[in-house]
């Protein structure tokens, strides 16, 4: 299935037996991209290089489900980036279009050979490939990135290799070595709360994307009114208070939110609730990307409402002046 994706720029195609209209010939950034972190970045913007040089498109070649869940039988990976979320950043990176190969039993088995051969020569008509140092592909993990090269030379198609990348300003003064931009590490930052170096990693604050839901109204009530996303089941964020901007329409707003719980009122299901400073307006519906900007604090239980109500107002507060201190995103 080939679909177009917001300007009919930008090609999502998904499980291709072809290539995809608008994608033929194209230069493939190849990986999991989840997060599209510093390091996907750069194997992305060398795609990019050596798809204006040959005067082909570049696409993004990506798999669903992440190799890990299919592996594990379940979702046993913390999605930095689901496919919906991915496809807008690779898209407001600039690239032509996405494409998605369905991780299952039949490529899980299909010799790298087999993989080079049906999938990107058959199926994609590729004309060049680029991929991370670290990329492995086929069954057993047996495609190296020396085996992709060595294939490409014989069967006529341009390979490059990026090398690790790691993020600006890591390592520490005692000398250890720098930090390398990847998704187990972004991961284990977020899950205690650290955006400031989930984004130094990622090299823009991490976000969530989602259709906002109809939720109980207790923050309008409490004079914050809230826009309410269900997050990815894998999501493993620390619940808490954050400072936020808000994607609405293409346009960022400053904001206030709370992932988690919410102990005070229900204890639910983990939730997305985020306030918009200064607007109004019908936001049901919508989709929107939620950029977490700095962590205020952890989520906890208030004796009342009142007392809640006190504590988002500070907490808002709190956010404003994270917020002008920040450039990003």
């Known amino acids: ?30 990986g999991n991209f989840d997060g599209v972190h510093l390091g996907h970045l750069a194997v992305i913007r060398r795609a990019e290089a050596l798809a204006a040089r040959l005067d082909r498109p570049c696409a993004v070649l990506t798999f669903e489900p992440h190799p890990s869940d299919f592996f594990q039988r379940g979702r046993a990976v913390f999605r930095l980036s689901p496919m919906q979320a991915k496809a807008r950043s690779l898209k407001r990176l ?21 993989f080079i051969e049906e999938v990107l020569l058959r199926r994609l008509g590729v004309s060049a490939v680029v991929a991370g140092y670290d990329f492995h592909f086929g069954a057993g993990r047996s495609g190296t990135p020396a085996f992709l090269r060595e294939a490409g030379a014989r069967l006529g198609f341009s ?13 520490s003064a005692g000398g250890d070595a720098p930090t390398p931009a990847s998704s187990t590490a972004i991961r284990a930052a977020l899950e205690v709360g650290d955006a ?120 808002a507060a709190k956010a404003r002046q994270m917020l002008r201190a920040s450039s990003s995103p």
Not at 104 to 113: C, H, K, R
Not at 159 to 171: D, F, L, P, S
Request: proline letters at 6%; aromatic letters at 8%; a negative charge.
């Open 1 to 30: 299935m080939t679909q177009t994706h917001g300007d009919k720029r930008f090609i999502l195609a998904i499980d291709p037996q072809s290539p995809p209209e608008g994608l033929e010939s194209a230069v493939v950034a190849i």
């Open 94 to 114: 600039g690239v032509d279009g996405m494409i998605v190969v369905p991780f299952n039993e039949a490529l899980a088995a299909l010799p790298a050979g087999h």
């Open 196 to 315: 400031a170096e989930a984004a130094r990693l990622l090299g823009r604050p991490y976000s969530i994307v989602g259709e906002v839901l109809a939720g109980q109204k207790l923050g309008r009530e409490l004079g914050f009114p809230t826009a309410n996303i269900r997050p990815d089941p894998t999501c493993r964020l620390r619940h808490g208070i954050y400072a936020v901007r808000v994607d609405i329409g293409g346009v960022l707003h400053d904001g206030v939110a709370s992932f988690g719980r919410r102990p005070t009122v229900d204890n639910g299901e983990a939730l997305l609730e985020a306030h918009v400073f200064d607007f109004s307006g019908d936001l049901y519906g919508q989709t929107l990307e939620v950029f977490f900007v700095g962590w205020i604090r952890p989520e906890e239980k208030f004796a009342s409402l009142d007392a809640l109500k006190a504590q988002i107002a500070a907490d």
């Open 159 to 171: 390979v490059e290799i990026v090398g690790r990348v790691n993020a600006e300003g890591a390592g």
